[in-house]
């Protein structure tokens, strides 16, 4: 009796330590639990001044050719109030609100209704149904990659329109662009604020949901993991990839359209501003199914980071430097738009590199040659919320030895030549590449700490093989 007492309770106490394995797992993996007070304190900063901060950028081309200070200057000094800037505002518009509606709508239906067919015909191109990652509940979704096809439509659609149809100018989106700011808000709060509410009353996986209390962190941060409508409609692939990035190049072209109707011509600035972007966002897509596994979709909840930051920020922020052009033309001369070139390819190479080798390494579970030689990594463990012990290998070989996030440098070198294409005269179009240093300075920061908490001693092993984040012997 003595001996099975004994042994019951060893049973217990085996359990109870799983369970608290599980338990630190899952508290530890992706979002936070708790909220401390500077996470607290930068919430409600970004809540208050994130939308007023796209506002202010747009408004200064609006009504001051691009200038950040002369708005000030003149609030300062008395010449104007808020409210005389916010009634030369345009206001939203039934056109606005009608353009917007058919746009999402449209992406809506490219993505939910037309299975894709590209990776049919297109070598080397990853499409159709895919698996994501191991959620933190042991979840794995299957996701509808589409992207590609969405994009290649839409801009048929749209060069078809621009040269044969003419039912709208190709200028139409930036003579509605404050209007649909409006409407971009709308959309993005309102995503939101849904997506809040189904983590509460439905949740596509209460196990995947993360709950802290803090009405403002979980509004932000958002509480599901991978919120759903029905078998296909994933709210992070859907605002992550679409309407955002299909309509930045779409955005780029309404600009140099702009430029061509005001100077009748465009400068190589802008094509410059085109062609680099352009692709940037043609690699998104291409590698769409590679996206599935970054930190977007394997470690971020959907809130109103996600929700709001695509709808607005992404659109409205990551195109400055083609609004900028379009109000200070900038005819670069010669060697200085090879160099902006140079410097932006070269930054794609890095970046697409870097990727490419950690997707080979993860693909071919290691069984690949990185450099010409066979890669060296780390083996890490991490436990699932459901007790099961997964395994992951970490590479240091490639430019992986280099830097544990060599890929955010080449993303920096192409940021600052979208930037250098704009001259010197102003600041604006350079807040790009000040937002993505801070950006994926900090996504390094936020990325390591939840590997260390993911894999414990594994990633101190990791971290003493490849010391260095971004820059090699400095950062």
């Known amino acids: 009796m003595a001996a099975h007492q004994e042994k019951t309770l060893a049973q217990e106490r085996k359990h109870k330590t799983t369970q608290n394995d599980i338990q630190t797992s899952q508290g530890q993996w992706g979002r936070a639990w708790e909220v401390d007070w500077f996470s607290l ?40 109030h808020l409210s005389d800037i916010w009634n030369k505002t345009p206001t939203l ?23 894709d067919f590209c990776h049919k015909f297109l070598p080397g191109y990853v499409g159709g149904v895919q698996e994501g990652a191991v959620t933190p509940a042991g979840v794995v979704n299957k996701y509808q990659v589409n992207g590609l096809q ?10 078809a329109n621009a040269y044969y149809f003419h039912f709208f100018s190709p200028t139409i989106i930036f003579d509605n662009w404050i209007p649909l700011l ?50 296909w409609f994933d709210f992070k692939l859907f605002f992550n990839g679409r309407p955002g990035i299909v309509a930045w190049t779409l955005i780029n072209l309404s600009y140099a359209a702009k430029q061509q109707e005001l100077y009748g011509q465009v400068t190589n600035s802008m094509i410059l501003v085109n062609v680099l972007q352009g692709i940037y966002v043609l690699d998104f897509f291409w590698n769409e199914a590679w996206y599935l596994k970054t930190i977007d979709i394997c470690h971020d909840h959907f809130g109103w980071y996600l929700g709001w930051g695509d709808c607005v920020w992404l659109p409205y922020l990551y195109t400055l430097q083609g609004l900028y052009l379009v109000y200070h033309p900038v005819q670069l001369c010669t060697a200085n738009a090879i160099g902006v070139l140079m410097l932006g390819l070269l930054g794609y190479y890095i970046f697409r590199v870097t990727n490419h080798q950690k ?6 579970n290691g069984n690949c040659r990185i450099w010409g030689k066979k890669p060296e990594y780390i ?21 992986w030895g280099w830097a544990r996030h060599f890929n955010y440098t080449g993303d920096l070198m192409g940021s600052l030549a979208y930037c250098l294409a704009c ?16 950006l994926l300075t900090h996504r390094c920061i936020r990325d390591e700490h939840r590997c260390f908490s993911k894999y414990g001693k594994d990633w101190k092993h990791y971290t003493a093989a490849v010391p260095y984040r971004l820059l090699p012997g400095i950062f």
């Open 41 to 80: 304190a930068s919430i409600l900063f970004l809540l208050l001044f994130a939308p007023l901060i796209a506002y202010y950028f747009i408004m200064s081309c609006d009504q001051y050719q691009c200038s950040l200070t002369d708005p000030l200057i003149d609030l300062l000094t008395g010449n104007k």
């Open 93 to 115: 518009t039934y056109r606005a609100a009608g353009i917007y509606s058919l746009w999402v709508t449209f992406q809506v239906i490219l993505y939910m209704f037309i299975p």
């Open 150 to 159: 969405a994009w290649i439509i839409t801009h048929v659609l749209w060069f």
């Open 182 to 231: 409006w409407c971009a808000n709308i959309l993005g709060y309102a995503v939101s604020t849904f997506a809040m509410i189904k983590g509460y009353l439905f949740p596509t996986n209460a196990k995947d949901c993360k709950f802290t209390g803090n009405f403002f962190y979980d509004y932000m941060m958002g509480i599901e993991f991978n919120p759903r409508i029905g078998k």
């Open 359 to 364: 997707d080979l390494f993860r693909r071919t």
């Open 379 to 399: 083996e890490c463990s991490y436990m699932s919320v459901d007790g099961t012990k997964y395994y992951s290998k970490l590479m240091t070989s490639g430019f």
């Open 423 to 438: 001259g010197f005269e102003h600041i604006l179009p350079y807040f790009y590449i000040i937002y993505m240093t801070i």
